[in-house]
T-cell receptor, first 115, second 111 residues
């Protein structure tokens, strides 16, 4: 079956541009996570959705980062006025339930490069 | 101190060797953990869940030591295909719905 998909796979932005990253979770998955992964580091939690509700956004680095999941399915992570330090791989993951002990399934990520 | 800490390695081992990684965590309320595997430029994929004292799956054994607050991953009879980064994961950080990943331990298995 279809896994988690993300688009675009690669994005190059000039400093100051706005970008939007899309995540299509596995159909029916309740939980959705966004992570930021810098080179040589583990994924860093950004935000969590349970259906359409954003229950935790404590990992968003600044108010330039905004995420939404308006219909409880597809999610978009938006970064305004991109900075060079935003360069990273942005991973989306979905989970079938709210139970934290179930597996998260990851998408292939979007590699963002800010020049 | 980070909530989940791992030795970054790299661990360089010959085929057939046994290798073990440790991961320490600071949130004593955490009930279970995961080991994920991440290949270069790929997404993380679940390797094992760790509940209660431990879990075994073929060549892989994960153990949880609550008293000392660490989990371990043991790989027996290493294969070339085991070369990857192994991420220790706590599914619930202190407060909220955070999932906390360690920085990962790199393993290189050589012929």
């Amino acid at each position: 079956g279809a896994g988690v998909s993300q688009s675009p796979r690669y994005k190059v932005a000039k400093r100051g541009q706005d970008v939007a990253l899309r995540c299509d979770p596995i159909s029916g998955h309740v939980s959705l996570f966004w992570y930021q992964q810098a080179l040589g580091q583990g994924p860093e939690f950004l935000t969590y959705f349970q259906n359409e509700a954003q229950l935790d956004k404590s990992g968003l680095p600044s108010d330039r980062f905004f995420a939404e999941r308006p219909e409880g399915s597809v999610s978009t992570l938006k970064i305004q006025r991109t900075q060079q330090e935003d360069s990273a791989v942005y991973l989306c993951a979905s989970r079938s339930s709210v139970t934290s002990y179930n597996e998260q399934f990851f998408g292939p990520g979007t590699r963002l490069t800010v020049l | 101190r980070k909530e989940v800490e791992q030795d970054p390695g790299p661990f360089n081992v010959p085929e057939g060797a046994t290798v073990a990684f440790n991961c320490t965590y600071s949130n004593s309320a955490s009930q279970s953990f995961f080991w994920y595997r991440q290949d270069c430029r790929k997404e993380p994929k679940l390797l094992m869940s760790v509940y209660s004292s431990g879990n075994e799956d073929g060549r892989f054994t994960a153990q949880l030591n609550r008293a000392s607050q660490y989990i371990s991953l043991l790989i027996r009879d290493s294969k070339l295909s085991d070369s990857a980064t192994y991420l220790c994961v706590s599914p619930r950080g202190t407060g909220g719905f955070k999932t906390i990943f360690g920085a990962g331990t790199r393993l290189f298995v050589k012929a």
